[in-house]
């Protein structure tokens, strides 16, 4: 590969990342220009052009989209009380209790099985308890774990039709889109529909789409599937700093580290164990 | 809101080429097969035109009902979403009867030309709504269009004065038929448009019932302060 070659490769990848074109032009400038004056061909003195991309559009990326603010427990944004879910004879659930305030983050562990995504269905109203009580703020947004997202669609398409439900307008659509795919990463390309997309990418697509609005309550069902490990860093990020900006978020996940930062962890033991 | 669920259904519809394709050549492999006999072609080509967009809007249905039931979560309107759907199924529709009317007006001599775009239109109104029916009771693909088969297949053999053929919601496509080509008396017109009524709106009334069912979410109180 030549020096060029490696510097094509290098702004590729960047903007792939992410990366927003004039930075990614001015980086690919400065990287030419640092081994120009090392008299050391870029590979040798960076390494592979994907990798060294990848870190820097990492260090690039824009700040979250919403500035923290004060860590202040808002007005309840959901409260479960005894919650039961019974599909015929088989439980699913019983007597879960959680109560999430505005700017917390609540994670729902628990094995296969175990009534993670049942519990989510239940918050979000596409399924009905069977016994207690839900409340929930009106304003949410929702990432379900599979389906979330319509295969002929490109993701402008789907910012713009999710817009139209949250009466914004078509741009301020789009453009929100765009700042939240940055944010994970990702950089959605004109033309192409979601069913052309890596499984990781439709999943940001899919948890970009349940953020759009900045809704009050944001319910996220293993949202991480397919993600590289930066992904799943940045997508915490993103977690967090929805908190920090007055949202509850209620991730249901099965992974158990990285949450230690989390303000509930409910952990569901499933009908098995029963 | 409207606009924009009919705008992108209209994409997702031109987007599934193969199906679309398909979708097309079956009321020109009808009239092909019976071009011979002009009344039994335009039969046959409306009756395909009414399948085919039965079929069409029984796959975007089924393949939008996830999309919409998180629509729906997140503030949609299920009728909204039934309506948008179905305005993107109807421009289709009468896009494809409209290119076949075309074909009768050249390739036929047809008594009254103005009864077969009536007849033609009137299948599409039904055969949209009928899709969306099946689609919300059947919610698999291979089950739908095997109920379609099944209710096509017979509105085709049944004896057009018979009960059954009647029941069916394509017998004005029949009678209307009828009256176009076989240049009969009015009271085929008025029969057909009856039972064109009473099937739209049996159609139309059912997939939205059938929408509200399915789409609208249990939305629950708003957490009463702590």
């Known amino acids: 590969m030549t020096g060029d070659e490696w510097h094509d490769s290098f702004t590729r990848i960047l903007l792939e990342q992410g990366v927003d074109p004039h930075e990614a032009q001015r980086l690919s400038e400065d990287s030419r220009a640092e081994a120009i004056a090392a008299r050391r061909h870029p590979a040798q003195l960076f390494g592979p052009a994907a990798a060294y991309a990848v870190a820097v559009a990492r260090a690039a990326r824009p700040a979250p989209l919403l500035a923290p603010l004060a860590r202040a427990k808002g007005p309840v944004v959901l409260r479960l009380t005894n919650v039961t879910k019974r599909f015929r004879r088989r439980e699913v659930l019983r007597g879960v209790d959680l109560t999430l305030h505005a700017g917390e983050v609540a994670a729902v562990t628990g094995a296969n099985g175990a009534g993670k995504s049942t519990l989510l269905d239940i918050c979000a109203g596409t399924l009905k308890a069977t016994s207690g009580v839900v409340e929930r703020a009106a304003r949410i947004g929702y990432a379900p774990q599979q389906h979330g997202v319509a295969p002929y669609l490109t993701a402008d398409e789907h910012f713009r039709l999710f817009g139209a439900v949250h009466r914004m307008g078509a741009r301020k659509a789009v453009a929100t889109g765009a700042h939240l795919a940055a944010g994970l990463g990702w950089r959605p390309r004109a033309g192409v529909v979601a069913s052309q997309l890596s499984g990781g990418t439709q999943q940001k697509l899919n948890v970009v789409l349940g953020e759009l609005s900045r809704p009050d309550l944001i319910l996220l069902d293993e949202p991480y599937q397919g993600f590289d490990q930066d992904s799943y860093l940045d997508l915490w990020a993103q977690v967090y700093a929805w908190r920090d900006a007055g949202a509850g978020v209620l991730v249901v996940t099965h992974l158990l580290h990285d949450l230690d930062k989390v303000d509930h962890l409910l952990e569901l033991q499933g009908a098995e164990d029963r | ?179 176009a080509v076989d240049a009969t008396s009015d009271e085929f017109l008025r029969r057909g448009l009856l039972h064109f009524a009473v099937a739209f709106a049996l159609c139309a009334c059912g997939a939205w019932a059938a929408a509200v069912v399915r789409l609208r979410p249990n939305t629950p109180p708003e957490p009463a302060p702590a």
């Open chain 2, 1 to 179: 809101m409207l606009l924009a669920i009919a705008g992108t259904s209209l994409r997702e519809l031109t987007r599934r080429r193969s199906a679309l394709l398909l979708v097309i050549a079956l009321p020109l492999a009808f009239y092909a097969a019976r071009s011979d006999e002009p009344g039994q072609a335009v039969r046959f080509l409306a009756l395909g035109v009414g399948w085919a967009v039965a079929t069409l809007a029984l796959f975007s249905h089924v393949g939008s009902r996830h999309l919409d039931r998180r629509l729906a979560v997140v503030g949609a309107s299920p009728t909204a979403l039934l309506l948008g759907r179905q305005l993107a199924l109807l421009g289709t529709g009468f896009t494809i009867a409209g290119a076949y009317l075309v074909l009768v007006a050249v390739a036929q001599d047809v008594e009254r030309l103005w009864a077969v775009a009536l007849l033609l239109g009137t299948t599409v109104l039904v055969a949209a709504p009928l899709g969306a029916v099946v689609s919300l009771a059947l919610p698999r693909e291979l089950e739908g269009a095997l109920a379609l088969l099944a209710v096509m297949a017979t509105q085709m053999l049944a004896d057009p004065e018979g009960t059954l053929a009647k029941v069916l919601p394509l017998w004005s496509t029949r009678e209307l038929t009828t009256y």
